[in-house]
Antibody, heavy 118, light 107 residues
Framework: QVQLVESGGGVVQPGRSLRLSCAASGFTFSSYGMHWVRQAPGKGLEWVAVIWYDGSNKYYADSVKGRFTISRDNSKNTLYLQMNSLRAEDTAVYYC???????????WGQGTMVTVSS | EIVMTQSPATLSVSPGERATLSCRASQSVSSNLAWYQQKPGQAPRLLIYGASTRATGIPARFSGSGSGTEFTLTISSLQSEDFAVYYCQQYNNWPPNFGGGTKVEIK
């Protein structure tokens, strides 16, 4: 079945970097745009970034622009989020999500927790 | 950037009763509106897309309506598994913003 599995979260000091991964299975990964969405503890959902199916276009939320980079390796069916210059306000559960035929976020991973703290 | 506003923030409902959740967009999003359900410790789950189309496997007690700037999610007869937080999200414009959520709790 369609599955997205995030990894790479953890505790990191402010100003440091972290790379998240999202392993996809059960569908043709190279045919779909992929997103990252985050959720701070006890808060709502915030869209973070998107990458086109072929990596040709990438867009970011203003809150992460210039610090985060989304990428993908279609040969490995994996989505990435490189997070640099991390801040306390980046503390959140990070989800990868697939936009399918519905144009909405059809499939979500289970999330990976990122905590930015000294 | 389109701002999505959900009301109420919390809705207290007895099992078996009807729940009506509202979502307002700061400008028209046509019918490009989705609803998600999120339970504690879980990822969100798509319920409704295109403002009124149920996603695969979603029970008929969930229904969506509206277009433009005003949208409604109705749960016709609340079951125990429906107590959760519900988010609306527009995908008509970038960025694809979410509302702040409505928590449906047991009365």
């Amino acid at each position: 079945q369609v599955q997205l599995v995030e990894s790479g979260g953890g505790v990191v000091q402010p100003g440091r970097s972290l790379r998240l991964s999202c392993a996809a299975s059960g569908f043709t990964f190279s045919s779909y745009g992929m997103h990252w969405v985050r959720q701070a503890p006890g808060k709502g959902l915030e869209w973070v970034a998107v990458i086109w199916y072929d990596g040709s276009n990438k867009y970011y939320a203003d809150s992460v622009k210039g610090r985060f980079t989304i990428s993908r390796d279609n040969s490995k069916n994996t989505l990435y989020l490189q997070m640099n210059s991390l801040r306390a306000e980046d503390t959140a559960v990070y989800y990868c999500a697939l936009v399918g035929a519905t144009d909405a976020f059809d499939i979500w991973g289970q999330g990976t927790m990122v905590t930015v703290s000294s | 950037e389109i701002v999505m506003t959900q009301s109420p923030a919390t809705l207290s409902v007895s099992p078996g009763e009807r729940a009506t959740l509202s979502c307002r967009a700061s400008q028209s999003v046509s019918s490009n509106l989705a609803w998600y359900q999120q339970k504690p410790g879980q990822a969100p789950r798509l319920l409704i897309y295109g403002a009124s189309t149920r996603a695969t496997g979603i029970p008929a007690r969930f229904s969506g309506s509206g277009s433009g700037t005003e949208f409604t999610l109705t749960i016709s007869s609340l079951q125990s598994e429906d107590f959760a937080v519900y988010y609306c999200q527009q995908y008509n414009n970038w960025p694809p913003n979410f509302g702040g959520g409505t928590k449906v709790e047991i009365k």
